[in-house]
């Protein structure tokens, strides 16, 4: 999973969404897709496209899909971020 593939699925403001709401936990398939005025179909693909970027992770229990964050491809992209900003704001008053 590269860069670019991760910084395509942050681009759509409906997966930024999915991305907060899976912050309280994991949540099915049906849950995150009744939160949206979007056919199931279209919150496939966004979990889907989420799922392959890296950004969250799916573990099926009898027939439902649950979804998470995977934190470690979040904690990666921060870290890119903070390196190209050169450090924190900290070390840049001293």
Request: hydrophobic residues 40%; charged residues 30%; glycine residues 8%.
């Amino acid at each position: 999973m590269g860069l670019q593939e991760t910084m395509r699925a942050l681009a759509d403001p409906t997966r930024r969404e999915i991305l907060n709401m899976l912050k309280s936990g994991r949540m099915a398939a049906g849950e995150i897709a009744d939160r949206f005025p979007v056919t199931g179909a279209s919150i496939s693909r966004h979990l889907s496209v989420l799922r392959d970027a890296g950004l969250i992770r799916d573990c099926r229990e009898g027939k439902f899909i649950y979804y998470e964050l995977n934190a470690s491809v979040l904690e990666e992209l921060m870290l890119w971020i903070t390196d190209l900003r050169g450090g924190n704001e900290n070390d840049k008053r001293e």
